[in-house]
């Protein structure tokens, strides 16, 4: 990829840029960037929406570039305030490190393992001592992290904000001059963290990285940004089926911005039709990320379930302890909250033997409930 190649496919990519025209000079100029983006391991699961800036990595490293991986395994303890409404729950040492260790495969999907540098933020910010942290939190003020909008509005609406959330985008940043990164990429969630990046390389008398932001990813709901802690993602290393039906519960609206942002395809490559749009989608997605096989397999499978109205042959078969259905979809994970429970049931999404119920409804010994298209689980009231 030429240095003019990658520069138009940046610019076509990403939401903003700063410093715009310096990033431009310097890839013209032919000089060899170290370019960083960094993941917190909260999750087991790499999700579809972190294609996004993984293809982008990747077209760095294709134009001779250092791809550098952070893998967050200091940070995840932390949890990254951005985008959050409350605090996150804090992870354990040992469910960070579980977390991690799946990452590395999965980001293999996408990047060249040969020409990838993978460092694990736990590295530098494991020992820093508290002279090293003094001086870090000094780099900035109070006010400055403050102002950015997640914080601002959990002030504003009253919730709390943990003090040790404060310290996450010192450490983001702190990740920028522990490797000396010349570009920073990330969603567009992460501008504020990115652009701090840049405040504190100056403090610690280094050039500031060049920062670039892409656009975030719905996810199943088709509303919220696709994201592990909400539970709306498809993960890339799940099964072939699971992937392919996910993405055919996506609401229609939403399959030419993942047909565009995961497959490169326009929106005039698509059939006309909605399904056979989604269809197409589902397909090329786990074609990618599984091979064609597998998406023969997940497509057939689909199919059969949904298309062809089977019940499929083999269903998960689980106990619970209540005969209320929305109590027992909870108790399932079908669903997230009683509340969440009754809205599917509601909106049409929930059948017991093949009828649709309402939330309202009791489950007897050996019922198939069937929550939206894709999930069957048969029953056992203990």
């Known amino acids: 990829m030429t240095p003019d190649e990658l520069w138009d496919r940046l610019r076509a990519r990403a939401i903003e840029i700063h410093d715009e025209g310096n990033l ?15 993941l917190d391991p ?12 993984l293809d982008m990595l990747r077209a760095f490293q294709d134009a001779g570039h250092t791809a550098v991986l952070i893998v967050g395994d200091f940070t995840a303890l932390i949890g990254d305030p951005s985008g959050r409404s409350e605090t996150r729950p804090v992870l354990s040492r040992e469910q960070v490190d579980a977390n991690a260790k799946t990452y590395f495969a999965q980001a293999y999907k996408v990047l060249d393992p040969e020409l990838v540098e993978v460092r694990g933020n736990s590295e530098w910010l494991g020992g820093m001592t508290m002279v090293d942290v003094i001086r870090l939190l000094g780099t900035a003020t109070l006010q400055q992290v403050l102002q950015r909008e997640d914080f601002a509005s959990r002030l504003r609406g009253g919730h ?15 990740d920028s001059v522990a490797i000396k990164a010349d570009v920073e990429i990330g969603g567009t969630d992460q501008l504020f963290n990115l652009l701090f990046g840049r405040e504190v390389q100056r403090a610690y008398g280094l050039p500031p990285q060049d920062v670039a932001v892409f656009p975030l990813l719905e996810g199943l709901d088709g509303t919220q940004k696709m994201s592990k802690s909400l539970n709306n993602y498809i993960g890339i290393a799940e099964p072939p089926e699971e992937i392919y039906g996910k993405v055919m519960s996506l609401p229609d609206a939403m399959t030419p911005k993942y047909a565009r942002l995961l497959l490169d ?5 698509l059939p006309a039709h ?14 990618r990320l599984h091979g064609p096989a597998a998406a023969a397999r997940a497509e057939a499978d689909f199919d059969s379930k949904f298309r062809k109205r089977e019940t499929p042959s083999e269903i998960e078969e689980r106990t619970v302890s209540s005969a209320e259905l929305v109590a027992a979809m909870v108790e399932l994970g079908l669903a997230a909250s009683r509340g969440a429970a009754r809205r599917l049931a509601e909106q049409g999404g929930v059948r017991v033997a093949g009828e649709k119920v309402g939330a309202d409804a009791r489950l007897q010994n050996g019922d198939v409930l069937q929550v939206g298209r894709r999930r069957f689980v048969r029953i056992h009231l203990g």
């Open 274 to 287: 909605p399904r056979d749009a989604k269809a197409e989608v589902a397909r090329r997605l786990v074609e």
């Open 24 to 38: 431009q000079r310097r890839l013209r100029a032919g000089e060899r960037l170290r370019v960083k983006l960094g």
């Open 160 to 174: 709390a904000i943990g003090a040790q959330e404060i310290l996450y985008p010192f450490n983001q940043a702190y």
């Open 42 to 53: 909260t999750a087991p699961d790499i999700h579809v929406g972190h294609l996004v800036v």
């Open 265 to 269: 395809l326009g929106e005039t490559a």
